[in-house]
């Protein structure tokens, strides 16, 4: 750990979330989205025709973020980091999820429903366009009502970036998470922060949250974003 920022209610930790995790005080839902692996397959550049959005930083050679961590390593970590009745929401590709599944369930938590987040834009791809990601939805200990359970397995949310990070995800659908699984004034813990979209969610939502981040560059700039999201009117 090199670095610990206070920001209002939001505690942010720049370092490995394997060592990290161990020290923190347990929260009430874990809401993240991992670094892991992912294959090349799309056609490189190419000039329209296609349609889609992505990042100017992912070349489409599967190596958006830096990923020395599997599913297991951090996931077994996770029942001690979260209250006794919690909830999870775990990030995937297609091609992870049968990972992350397993080592999710290994790690003790109980499978509830796999959640969808429809992105309404892909990457040109040769076997259909992708323009979904996965969220593994699931539990430890008793089972729990969401807040609203009309809630939709399936979210179709076009991602507006408030970052130049490769793999940013909507604050609305981290909020909509959020605000399902806690109470106001309840604890979210994101052990992979990234530039801090979950962060804003929380203070957003009225939660007080708790982030990891290994690379500076990414530390820095959720530091920004939650500060900004610490002045608003709530």
Known sequence: MSRIEIIGDATLYMGDCREVM?????????????????????????????????????????????????????????????????????????????????AAEEAGFKFHRLLTWDKRAALPNRWYQQTCEFVWFGRQGKAFMIADPSSKALQSIFQRDESEHPTEKPVGLCQLYI???????????????????????????????????????????????????????R
């Open 22 to 102: 161990p020290t923190l005080p347990r929260s009430d839902v874990l809401i993240t989205d991992p670094p892991y692996k992912v294959t090349s397959g799309g056609f490189g550049d190419l000039e329209g025709g296609f349609g889609g959005w992505i990042k100017d930083s992912y070349d489409n050679k599967g190596s958006i973020v830096e990923c020395d961590i599997d599913w297991s390593e951090w996931l077994n970590l996770m029942p001690q980091a979260l209250a006794p009745d919690a909830q999870i929401y775990v990030f995937s590709n297609d091609r992870n999820l049968p990972v992350a599944w397993a």
């Open 179 to 233: 605000e399902n699984s806690t109470a106001r004034g309840g604890t979210v813990l994101d052990p992979f922060m990234g530039s801090g979209t979950t962060g804003v969610a929380a203070l957003r939502s009225g939660r007080k949250f708790i982030g990891v981040e290994l690379t500076e560059r990414w530390f820095d700039v959720a530091c920004e974003r939650i500060s900004k999201a610490n002045v608003e009117p």
